[in-house]
């Protein structure tokens, strides 16, 4: 009777009906919670590896089947892995080729972390324990302090085929930041329920939206002192996390429990050390940082053309352009619509367009249409030929609905796509010389289940396979899981606007099992074929709607169909934040808002806000008004400054992303992340740090002309309009429309060129180099430098410069060589004027006033001989300034 209520309780969902809602299990009062009803398990035969840690295995210690059926032993793995990563592997002992894609993800599809040649688990910053009283139990303390990190202990793990869950303790008013994708204040609230899994919904606050990542950092503050450390799931089924007041519930439907523990002990470690599982985020065109235009509803050529020349007309710099659906042959793939965008003329413009120095940007939807043998669409007819779309577990291909009508959807881990996606990108590339693709839709979205609009496929709700190391029958109900995660679409199934769990990848890959990663994978696939021949060589420009954790190594992110709507200007900051965590740091939102009609001063405040993220773009909605800069004269203005000044600042982002390429550090920082010391800071995100050296402080709310700033007491600040110190560390400062409060911290040193109306233009501008110098009279700053697009460099530079002792030096390693020109030194915090100033041992005029020194190099004033010695050499390999 025992088991044949089990059954029951796994097919109960099955009789609400193919598509009907359920209630999400958190939400249900009725639900049994699991820590009351199950047993845990007892660990036994332990055996030591030396060197690395132990293993045992986990026997179950009495029946649950409270969300599933028990799986009655697992394997226990712990490996110390380097000194500051430890991980914690708990996976089913009896796995086959049948059931071993429902528990494990392959190395080959998400890395995962190994063991370094020199890890020592003597030497580790953290400790692992564990005891079996009155089950097993586990903790993870820092070794330096004993602080306990993560402890399962007064909990029971639960491990059922379609339910685990475990339970750590947390501290009293925790600061806790991540498990995304989400828009909501960017640490995370007690109350909280996070739940992952991908979905194409409108940025709806608290929703689970279109990427998943299991990973989370909690920062704590003893005695003045931050110290953090990270947790990641490597497990990408649905699941969402329980945040209470003094504990952290992870349930998943599927899966394994693969953890990773970073001790970081500073934010920024934290988060490198992530990466390094992970993947480190992919390096960038140097073109990508210009400003993007696009939007959905340019209806022909002609007026996407009008859009280019209103724009140039207007003085606003845009660096690319962006095709939504509008181009697309009954919006296909790959197809130009014949008579709105005859595809001579669209070449003509795209001839133009690149003659200038800008870029092209096309849309390409996860979903090829479904046609008629006798209907001219290669793509669809080619991808049937080579076996490559996904099937319903009748073996026939799955066909859902999107924007063309019936669709099939790509399969990302079948034996061809690889073979027939490249030919699909380079045969579109070889007619539309496209500079990067744009990924939508990619959770998948399918239309399927909204309301009004169904799809047939053969129904599966059942997945039965012979019982082996299970209590009861190995039975999953992939429609209706027992556990209702809170999935925000409308119905809420797994179903929902997407593929049914039932769809079958190649392998016998379930969706079920897969969801999370179709995203990832086409990414993946994209930046690939990008690589291997269409781009000839040159870095990848890709932005994806969905993403996973390590995402970053191929694409970048925007954050989706945001609302023109003032809560959504200031949740840019917590999702740009967020993404800096994830490794993603090439993010935007849609500047001004996507659904919805703008108004001026929104669009204003928004322009400016958008200039200080590493990818800017603005892009709307076909029913929303339009909104290009042009639009309005206030915005039009605003949004010159704002380039402006992000122009000048281009080799500072560049460099930012080198060094998050190569070493996981992050574009956008939290406040807090920058000065550990100061406990106010955390969870701050109406301001934000660009890099180590920029604090932008943005007016997020209407009718606001007066902004109080927080400015960190353990550093100077100097306004970068004024050059002029600020005085006091928290005040209201100006910021009238059009002015976004932007200061330099003291300590930097900024490598800046003059800005032109591309990117390609400002690379060729005079070089300014801006000081701002500390309490001791010291900074410090770095410039990397490199042909801007090729994936294999040939020649770099990175060069570090140093104040010490009133004297500027550079550093240059590498054979880069840049042929503009050094025309300006600026330092900012020189309080008495120097009787003598020498450049590259060569006395210099210069100016000092309201304690900023400037030299300009290149005025007529200046030596003849040291103006050639500056232009006839690289700048960079001789470069020294002293003021005495």
């Known amino acids: 009777m025992m088991m044949d209520g089990i059954v029951v309780a796994l097919f109960a969902g099955a009789a609400l009906g193919g598509w009907d809602s359920v209630v999400p299990t958190v939400k249900n009062s009725t639900a049994p919670d699991p820590q009351d009803v199950c047993h845990g398990y007892k660990a036994d035969n332990v055996v030591n590896v030396p060197g690395v840690g132990f293993t045992a295995t986990l026997d179950l210690a009495g029946r649950c089947n409270v969300y599933g059926v028990d799986i009655s032993q697992l394997g226990l793995s712990v490996q110390y892995q380097s000194k500051n990563r430890l991980s914690v592997s708990i996976i089913p002992t009896n796995l086959k080729q049948d059931n071993v894609s429902f528990y494990e993800i392959p190395d080959d599809e998400l890395p995962q972390g190994h063991v370094d040649v020199d890890a020592d688990p003597d030497e580790s910053d953290l400790v692992f324990e564990y005891s079996n009283e009155p089950s097993f139990w586990f903790k993870v303390a820092r070794r330096s302090t004993g602080d306990v990190l993560f402890s399962t202990e007064g909990a029971h793990l639960v491990f059922e085929n379609q339910f685990l869950e475990f339970k750590t303790q947390l501290p009293e008013g925790h600061n806790l930041f991540g498990l995304g994708e989400t828009i909501e204040d960017f640490k995370i609230r007690s109350g909280s329920t996070r739940t992952l899994y991908n979905?194409?919904?409108?940025?709806?606050?608290?929703?689970?939206?279109?990427?998943?990542?299991?990973?989370?950092?909690?920062?704590?503050?003893?005695?003045?002192?931050?110290?953090?450390?990270?947790?990641?799931?490597?497990?990408?089924?649905?699941?969402?996390?329980?945040?209470?007041?003094?504990s952290l519930t992870w349930r998943t439907i599927g899966g394994s429990i693969e953890l990773y523990f970073f001790s970081g002990p500073s934010p920024a470690e934290v988060i490198r050390q992530y990466q390094h599982v992970v993947g480190y985020p992919a390096m960038q065109q140097y073109w990508t940082l210009g400003f993007h235009h696009c939007r959905w509803g340019y209806a022909t050529v002609e007026e996407f053309e009008s859009v280019v020349d209103r724009y140039q007309q207007a003085g606003i710099p845009v660096e690319?352009?962006?095709?939504?659906?509008?181009?697309m042959d009954k919006r296909r793939d790959f197809t130009f619509d014949p008579e709105t965008y005859p595809l001579e003329k669209f070449q003509g413009l795209l001839n133009k367009l690149h003659s200038k120095g800008q870029h092209y940007v096309p849309l390409v939807d996860a979903a090829i249409n479904v046609v008629d043998e006798n209907v001219d669409y290669n793509t669809y007819h080619s991808g049937v030929h080579n076996n490559v779309f996904m099937k319903n577990s009748d073996d026939s291909v799955f066909v859902g609905e999107v924007w063309p009508g019936p669709c099939a959807f790509p399969d990302f881990l079948s034996f061809n796509i690889s073979h027939w996606w490249v030919n699909q990108l380079d045969n579109f590339h070889r007619i539309v010389p496209y500079d990067g693709i744009w990924l939508d839709m990619n959770e998948v979205s399918s239309f399927c289940t909204s309301e009004g609009q169904s799809c047939d496929h053969p129904s599966s709700t059942d997945h039965v396979l012979e019982d082996n190391g299970f209590s009861g029958p190995n039975i999953r109900n992939l429609e209706h899981p027992p556990y209702a995660i809170n999935n925000s679409v409308t119905p809420n199934v797994l179903g929902g606007r997407t593929m049914p769990p039932s769809a079958v990848h190649a392998n016998g890959v379930l969706e079920y099992d897969w969801h999370n990663l179709y995203g990832y994978d086409e990414a993946r696939a994209t930046y690939v074929a990008l690589v291997e021949q269409v781009m000839d060589l040159k870095r990848p420009f890709l932005i994806s709607r969905s993403t996973f954790a390590g995402s970053g190594k191929y694409t970048g992110h925007w954050g989706g169909d945001n609302h023109s709507k003032w809560p959504y200007l200031r949740y840019s900051i917590s999702q740009g934040l967020s993404f800096s965590m994830f490794g993603i740091p090439v993010f935007g939102t849609d500047t001004c808002g996507f659904l919805g009609d703008a108004d001026e001063e929104l669009c204003n405040r928004w322009s400016q806000l958008n200039a200080f993220f590493s990818f800017y773009r603005n892009h709307n909605d076909i029913q929303a008004s339009p909104q290009e800069y042009y639009i309005w004269p206030s915005v039009e203005e605003a949004a010159k400054k704002a380039i402006e000044i992000r122009y000048w600042l281009l080799p500072y982002m560049y460099t930012l992303l080198f060094n998050a390429n190569k070493r996981g550090d992050t574009f956008l920082r939290a406040l807090s992340w920058e000065f550990p010391a100061d406990e106010s800071l955390a969870g701050l995100d109406t301001q934000f740090m660009v890099g180590d050296s920029l604090m932008v402080a943005p007016v997020l709310d209407p009718g606001v002309t007066k902004l109080k700033v927080t400015f960190p007491e353990d550093a100077l600040w100097y306004d970068w309009y004024t050059d002029k110190l600020v005085k006091k560390p928290s005040k209201k400062v100006k910021a009238p429309l059009g002015h976004i409060p932007l200061y330099i911290r003291g300590g930097s040193i900024l490598p800046l060129q003059h800005p032109g109306s591309t990117t390609r233009e400002s690379r060729q501008g005079d070089w300014t180099l801006v000081v701002a110098l500390d309490g001791n009279s010291e900074a410090k700053g770095e410039l990397y430098l490199d042909d801007g697009e090729s994936l294999l460099q040939e020649k770099t530079s990175y060069t570090t410069f140093t104040v010490k002792d009133h004297i500027l030096t550079a550093k240059k390693s590498g054979n880069f060589i840049d042929p503009n020109h050094l025309s300006q030194i600026k330092i900012l915090g020189v309080k008495k004027s120097p009787k003598t100033v020498l450049f590259n041992s060569h006395n210099v005029d210069f100016d000092h006033k309201h304690h900023t020194l400037i030299v300009n190099l290149n005025s007529p004033s200046s030596s003849e001989q040291t103006v050639l010695s500056n232009q006839d050499t690289d700048w960079l390999d001789h470069l020294t300034l002293e003021w005495m």
């Open 320 to 327: 690319t352009f962006w095709s939504d659906l509008d181009y």
């Open 199 to 246: 979905a194409d919904i409108p940025d709806h606050v608290g929703a689970n939206l279109y990427g998943s990542h299991p990973f989370y950092m909690e920062d704590r503050y003893q005695s003045g002192k931050l110290q953090s450390h990270g947790v990641y799931l490597r497990n990408a089924h649905p699941q969402e996390v329980l945040i209470g007041e003094d």
